[in-house]
């Protein structure tokens, strides 16, 4: 079974500020990584995922993501917040199983409050 | 085009009644999940259809739940004698295809309250 564990709860920033929400997983096995963002009163959104290939993966936003296998994380950061990043943002991996079966498995999320 | 959508957006019920919760899938995404969100246990995964088949109902929490999809769409969660414990954001998302990173377009969620 895989986990993961976002450490902060919460993370308040100054406006353009850079911020770096982290994020460590565990598996037995390859994992497939994404980060979800939850406005307030909505449902998830995706932000951007790791399936293969480069490291570092860019999504929507301006937000970039970085793989580190070694350290099994997969920490977000922007280099400049604003107070429309005021939201939830929950990291989530899932395992190709074979099945087809699992879905993802989610952190308990980080609140990012930007501060004017 | 038309995203995932869910019905009632919220639902208060009293405690020992029966619920269902409906989830509408996007055209064409064979992968239907159900998750729920709630302040103790944060984002929970249920269960997953493909097709109209569920290979695996142990992430239920209890046999109180099951789930049903039809015509490889529509899909419905039933709570039967609902606990208070039972309160919590429940989810659906859709995929294009099952396995691997086919990414999950979420719903906008129906909000359970039971009194």
């Known amino acids: 079974a895989q986990s993961v564990t976002q450490l902060d709860s919460q993370v308040p920033v100054f406006e353009e500020a850079p911020v770096e929400l982290r994020c460590n997983y565990s598996?037995?096995?390859?994992?497939?990584l994404f980060w979800y963002v939850q406005y307030p009163n909505q449902g998830l959104q995706l932000l951007l995922k790791y399936l293969s290939g480069s490291t570092l993966v860019k999504g929507i936003n301006g937000f970039e993501a970085e793989f580190n296998k070694s350290q099994t994380s997969f920490h977000l950061r922007k280099p400049s917040v604003h107070i429309s990043d005021t939201a939830e943002y929950f990291c989530?991996?899932?395992?190709?199983?074979?099945?087809?079966?699992?879905?993802?498995?989610f952190g308990k999320g980080t609140h990012l409050i930007i501060q004017p | 085009g038309a995203g995932v959508s869910q019905s009632p957006s919220n639902k208060v019920t009293e405690k020992g009644k029966d619920v269902e919760l409906r989830c509408d899938p996007i055209?064409?995404?064979?992968?239907l999940y159900w998750y729920r969100q709630s302040l103790g246990q944060g984002l929970e995964f249920l269960i997953y259809?493909?097709?109209?088949?569920?290979?695996?109902k142990s992430g239920l929490p209890s046999d109180r739940f099951s789930a049903e999809r039809t015509g490889g769409s529509v899909s419905t969660l039933t709570i039967q004698r609902t606990q208070q414990e039972d309160s919590a954001v429940y989810l659906c998302?859709?995929?294009?295809?099952?396995?691997?990173?086919?990414?999950?377009?979420f719903g906008p969620g129906t909000r359970l309250t039971v009194t």
């Open positions: 598996s037995s096995v390859s994992v497939y």
């Open positions: 998302a859709s995929s294009r295809r099952p396995l691997g990173g086919g990414e999950q377009y």
């Open positions: 259809f493909q097709g109209n088949s569920a290979p695996d």
């Open positions: 989530a991996v899932r395992t190709d199983s074979g099945g087809g079966a699992d879905g993802l498995t």
């Open positions: 055209s064409g995404h064979t992968a």
